[in-house]
C-alpha cells in the first residue's frame, strides 16, 4: 500500500509567486492534516480536513494560504503571494476515520521563497 | 495553549551508549503523549505513543513513560545503534488520541557514530 505522497519534494520560488503543494494521503484515509516547520523551529498544525470538509483551520497563518479537498481525495495548498517567511517544510499527514488512529505523514515539500 | 519542550541538541553518541532525550509538556485536560521519528530522506513515523498517566511506550528498543506529576515524556533507549540517528520529535494531541491536530516539539537530531 502506498503512503502518504507530496509533490513536490522541492520549491524555490520568489517573493509574490505563487506556489501549489499537493498532498495524496493513504486511500481510505478520511483525515488529511498539513503541517509547517519552519527552519529550526517546531512542527506547527495548519489545518484538518474530514474529508472534503474543513474540520479545523485555526493555524492557517493568514489568507494568503488557501487549502482544498475537493472530493475528498487528494489536498492542494496555494500560498498567494509568498512571501519570505512562508519558507520551510510542508507535511501532509493522514489518518483512518476513528480517533487513536495513527497519523501517517508524507516526506514533506521544502519550500524556498527568496 | 498546548505546548511541547524539547532539551536542545543536537546529540552525537558512540554506538552502543545509553539515551535519553527528555520531553516536558503544557497542556489542558489529559492528552495522549508521542514521539516520532524522521530517518533521513523520510516522512515522520510514529515510534512510540503513551494515552494515559503512567502508561509506557515502547517500540524498537525505544521506551517512554508518560508522568503527569512532572508533566514529562522522556525518551530512552539502553544501546543505540548508527541505524537510530535520526530527527525526534516529542508531540501531544489536543484530544485523546491520535486522531486530532498535534502539537510538536522543536526535535532533537540524533547522530550515532561507530
Known amino acids: 500500500e502506498a503512503g502518504v505522497t507530496q509533490f513536490p519534494s522541492h520549491s524555490v520560488i520568489e517573493k509574490g509567486q505563487t506556489v501549489t503543494l499537493r498532498c495524496d494521503p493513504i486511500s481510505g484515509h478520511d483525515n488529511l492534516y498539513w503541517y509547517r516547520r519552519v527552519m529550526g523551529k517546531e512542527i506547527k498544525f495548519l489545518l484538518h480536513f474530514v474529508k472534503e470538509s474543513k474540520q479545523d483551520e485555526s493555524g492557517m497563518p493568514n489568507n494568503r494560504f488557501l487549502a482544498e479537498r475537493t472530493g475528498g481525495t487528494y489536498s492542494t495548498l496555494k500560498v498567494q503571494p509568498a512571501e519570505l517567511e512562508d519558507s520551510g517544510v510542508y507535511f501532509c499527514?493522514?489518518?483512518?476515520?476513528?480517533?487513536?488512529?495513527?497519523?501517517?505523514f508524507g516526506p514533506g515539500t521544502r519550500l524556498t521563497v527568496l | 495553549g498546548n505546548s511541547v519542550t524539547q532539551m536542545e541538541g543536537p546529540v552525537t553518541l558512540s554506538e552502543e551508549a545509553f539515551l535519553t532525550i527528555n520531553c516536558t509538556y503544557t497542556a489542558t485536560g489529559y492528552p495522549s503523549l508521542f514521539w516520532y521519528v524522521q530517518y533521513p530522506g523520510e516522512g515522520l513515523q510514529l515510534l512510540l505513543k503513551?494515552?494515559?498517566?503512567?502508561d509506557k511506550g515502547s517500540n524498537k528498543g525505544f521506551e517512554a513513560t508518560y508522568r503527569k506529576e512532572t508533566t514529562s515524556f522522556h525518551l530512552e533507549k539502553g544501546s543505540v545503534q548508527v541505524s537510530d540517528s535520526a530527527v525526534y520529535f516529542c508531540?501531544?494531541?489536543?484530544?485523546?488520541?491520535?486522531?486530532?491536530?498535534?502539537?510538536f516539539g522543536k526535535g532533537i537530531t540524533l547522530s550515532v557514530r561507530p
Open positions: 508531540a501531544l494531541s489536543d484530544l485523546p488520541g491520535a486522531n486530532s491536530k498535534l502539537t
Open positions: 503513551a494515552t494515559k498517566a503512567d
Open positions: 499527514a493522514s489518518s483512518q476515520e476513528h480517533a487513536y488512529n495513527e497519523q501517517f
